[in-house]
């Protein structure tokens, strides 16, 4: 089994910041890209920002500018940095990864996601 276990969510008024850090665990032989989600109410899943490997990342429009993501490839974690947050940021946010299991079995898993809120 591979877990994804996100933290750092919360309340936050219009121009504050958070970080979220997803930590990875579990039967992996090797993470592959690692990226955020968001999920506002009543839309779509849409992608935040990803970074594979080796640093290289890519982010929404929306969010260019203001969000950072990182990774530490020793602790399996991966961070994402919200800056500047807005009200048409809040979202419920999923860290997923593209994971090589044991036994050589590859596929993207998620996080059970964390609630991020802008409000004043």
């Known amino acids: 089994q591979v877990q994804l276990l996100e933290s750092g969510g919360g309340l936050v008024q219009p121009g504050g910041s958070l970080q979220l850090s997803c930590a990875a665990s579990g039967s992996i032989t090797r993470l592959y890209d690692m990226g955020w989600y968001g999920q506002a109410p009543g839309k779509q899943r849409e992608l935040v920002a990803t970074?594979?490997?080796?640093?290289?990342?890519n982010y929404a429009d929306s969010v260019k500018g203001r969000f950072t993501i990182s990774r530490d490839n020793a602790k399996r974690t991966v961070f994402l940095q919200m800056n500047s947050l807005k009200p048409e940021d809040t979202a419920v946010y999923y860290c997923?990864?593209?994971?090589?299991?044991?036994?050589?079995?590859?596929?993207?898993?998620w996080g059970q996601g964390t609630q991020v809120t802008v409000s004043s």
């Open positions: 970074i594979d490997t080796t640093g290289s990342t």
């Open positions: 997923n990864a593209d994971v090589l299991k044991w036994g050589g079995v590859r596929g993207i898993h």
